[in-house]
């Protein structure tokens, strides 16, 4: 999306490219459904009901999320709103599929962190927001479901600090809650937002803003819920860590909303607020240094890739974040890490829920595009430097390994092209034990639900009925290369070695002590916990 009489620079500077991070059911889908109502790309939000039964939200894509009701895999969106070109990184909640969350995240440049207010901090909440704390991008939080009785906003704060171990600084304060939420003060505006209508959060909720000595608010709020309002405004005053921009776009502070994102209430001020204080695209680290997003060398690095998202189109997609530079539909470019040049002929954008060929894009802008299979996660593109590489994705150790076969074996064929093709994805990893041949594959996931999706997707996208046999193995280190024989190696009872797709050695094992056991026995053995793509 672009708008006319823009420059190059004017473009990269509204981009705003984010993450959605959650743990299940804090509301996350209905958030990114409200943003695009407030966007005007979707004109009715579809409230719980219709999500559930008949329209599903439009950030569900795979035939699998609407069935289990979880979001599988990630998905990208592109909207406007007041100028600014927003791009939402939406990731799976549910822990199993958190290794496609890890490598979304590497794709933005901050993360919204979605945070139930009768739960707090929950499990999976802690585990992203670590990966996020990793990356040192700025965490925005969004306190949701506030028209529910939920715990004190205080004590909320202070759970994000005592659990999270980041210090808070509140720009909405919430007024009332459960029933008697009626909106925000807006402590950068220094006014009370409360809001009405919106048709149970359907539309846009209208409403009425003013200074806190207004006497309609009074009035408005009745007398108690106004004096418990300056109350908190004069504790926040004293209490509340101060609003310092240099801390929140390191990380170590984080800025507090509160809202409803079912009724809308507080949803606008949020989006304003974070959009205003969040950062265009970040200069990259890389090979040659950093990268600055505005140098005019078209560049960008593949962070994710799906196959068959869409039965309709059965194809393969390759998601690209663009890092620097302008880019032009039909451009031809070094594939760095084959050395060889590619055209990129029919890039996709994901507007809203479709997807459209784009003409141009800007650094920050997402672009799908499409892989006859020579595309692997972490993948460098780049128009002049041939030889620029961003920095890899890091590949996590699945902790979970089964044996996969076909039920039939005339389908042997089909069976291997899906699990060649998903495991290119990333969501699945591939072994071979050396020297037993093809009949034996030992697939590695992160979260057992994997294992599950693979066979669903198997018998949908490919025909294939499996067979899995949980093995007891729960950890893998890669062994580096030269550094063993494997013809005259001292195993341990409970190890086995493998080869991974890039036929490098790694072992497997039952116990968390058995590597160091190995190593002790094998002298001059090397092993490391990760792989890079
Ligand atoms: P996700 O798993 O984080 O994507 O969560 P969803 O957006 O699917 O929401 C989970 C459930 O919480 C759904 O039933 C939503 O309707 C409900 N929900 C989301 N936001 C709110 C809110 O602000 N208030 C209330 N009461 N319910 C909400």
Not at 115 to 134: N, P, Y
Request: glycine share 8%; hydrophobic share 35%.
């Amino acid at each position: 999306m672009s708008q006319q009489n823009l420059s190059f620079i004017d473009e990269v500077r509204r981009r705003r490219t984010f993450a959605i991070i959650s743990h299940p059911d804090a509301g996350k889908t209905t958030l990114t459904e409200k943003f695009l109502l407030y966007g005007g790309a979707i004109h009715q939000a579809g409230s719980v009901k219709s999500r559930r039964s008949q329209k599903h939200a439009v950030s569900d894509w795979m035939e699998i999320e609407k069935q289990r009701g979880i979001s599988v895999t990630s998905s990208v969106l592109q909207f406007e709103y007041n100028n600014f070109c927003i791009n939402i990184l939406d990731t799976p909640g549910h822990q199993d599929f958190s290794e496609d969350t890890y490598r979304t995240l590497m794709a933005a440049d901050s993360a919204v962190m979605v945070i139930d207010s009768a739960k707090g901090v929950e499990a999976q909440t802690k585990k992203l927001f670590q990966v996020c704390k990793m990356r040192g991008i700025p965490i925005f939080t969004f306190i949701n479901k506030m028209d529910r009785q939920g715990k004190d906003p205080f004590e909320l704060m202070e759970d994000i600090e005592n659990v999270l171990g980041i210090r808070s600084c509140p720009v909405n304060w919430p007024i009332g809650s459960g029933k008697e939420f009626k909106g925000v003060f807006n402590r950068q505006k220094d006014q009370i937002e409360l809001f009405n209508d919106g048709n149970h959060g359907q539309s846009i909720a209208k409403s009425v803003v003013g200074k806190v000595d207004d006497e309609k608010f009074a009035d408005l709020l009745g007398s108690s819920l106004h004096e418990q309002l300056l109350n908190d405004i004069e504790l926040l005053d004293v209490a509340g860590d101060e609003f310092n921009l240099d801390q929140i776009s390191k990380g170590e502070l984080t800025p507090v909303f509160f809202g409803s994102a079912l009724t809308n209430f507080g949803v606008e001020p949020f989006l304003e607020s974070f959009l205003d204080i969040t950062t265009p695209p970040t200069p990259r680290d890389s090979n040659m240094g950093v990268v600055d997003p505005e140098s005019d060398n078209f560049s960008g690095f593949i962070f994710k890739i799906q196959a068959n998202m869409d039965k309709s189109h059965r194809d393969r997609i390759a998601f690209l974040r663009i890092c620097s530079g302008k880019f032009e539909k039909g451009m031809t470019v070094n594939h760095v890490q084959r050395g060889k040049k590619v055209k990129l002929a029919q890039p996709q954008q994901f507007v809203a829920q479709d997807r459209v060929i784009v003409d141009s894009a800007y650094p920050g802008d997402i672009i799908g595009i499409h892989d006859p299979g020579i595309f692997n996660i972490g993948d460098t593109l780049s128009q002049k430097q041939a030889k620029l590489q961003y920095k890899g994705i890091p590949q996590f150790a699945p902790e979970h390994f089964s044996r996969i076969s076909t039920l039939n074996s005339l389908k042997r064929k089909q069976f291997l092209k899906g699990i060649t093709q998903i495991s290119e994805e990333g969501a699945i990893q591939v072994y071979k034990r050396p020297n037993i041949g093809m009949e034996e594959l030992i697939i590695g996931v992160v979260g057992v639900l994997q294992f599950e999706v693979l066979e669903y997707r198997l018998k949908n996208e490919y025909n294939v009925d499996i067979r899995i046999e949980r093995l007891p193995y729960r950890f893998i280190r890669w062994a580096e290369t030269g550094s063993f024989d494997s013809h005259n190696m001292s195993m341990t009872m409970d190890t086995i070695l493998v080869e991974d797709k890039d036929k490098n050695p790694a072992f497997l094992f039952q116990s968390e002590w058995s590597p160091t056991q190995l190593v002790s026995r094998n002298e001059g053995l090397v092993l490391s916990e990760t792989s890079i793509y």
